[in-house]
């Protein structure tokens, strides 16, 4: 799945989320590793886009950047490599569909980094990160959704025959620390759904997640 060896008590404790430490006497979780690999992802990337594209500025460089390093391409590619059967989760967590929540998956990325950095050096943890996104950069279409994925979203969708997305959005925790999670339905159905500390990253979020199941081939 990886192509390289994590130590195993590394590798537990990246997939370790915060309610399934909680429930487990405090045990050690996921969001210290989380930190260490988000940095690890953001140089890995600047790095590779400033080095690939010597022609593109750098207001582009930077918008290709937020688009590869979101939750919603870091929980693509989750799923892609089936990280959430594999994750550790509090049985709350469990029965509301954690190992399907974009912030949980993305998390998980972000840590499984972190462990690889701590593991087998900054190299093959920069190495992995490449692999990683490897499936995002083979999509042309991807960095002009990334831009204004709201509307890519509407337009892809409408050219299907699907109809107009509609959101939900539903907030959590403190006024001062706020989180967003937003759903998108097509024809009524939901098909994907995004996080973030604003109504309006939530709904790009999820927009950019909707798009890219729109965008999967049919088996």
Known sequence: MLQLEIEPELLTLALTHRSYAYENGGIGHNERLEF????????????????????????ELAKRRASLVSSAALAEIAVHIELGRYMLLGRGE????????????????????????????????????????????????????????????????????KGLPQYRVTDSGPDHSKRFHAEVAL????????????????????????WAILQRPKR
């Not at 260490?36 to 207001?59: C, K, R, W």
């Not at 980094?113 to 490897?134: C, E, K, M, W």
């Not at 995002?136 to 960095?143: E, G, K, M, S, Y």
């Open 36 to 59: 260490l690999g988000d940095s690890i992802l953001g140089q890995a990337v600047t790095v590779m886009l400033y080095l690939e594209n010597p022609n593109v500025d750098e207001g």
């Open 94 to 161: 469990e029965l509301t569909g954690g190992r399907e929540k974009q912030s949980i998956l993305a998390d998980a990325v972000e840590a499984i980094i972190g462990a690889a950095y701590l593991s087998v050096g900054p190299d093959a943890a920069t190495a992995l990160v490449l692999r990683l996104i490897s499936p995002l950069l083979a999509d042309p279409n991807r960095f002009g959704a990334a831009m204004d994925p709201k509307t890519s979203l509407q337009e892809l969708s409408t050219r299907l025959g």
């Open 187 to 210: 024809g009524g159905d939901a098909i994907a759904a995004g996080d973030g500390t604003s109504k309006k990253q939530a709904e790009m979020a999820a927009a950019l997640a909707a």
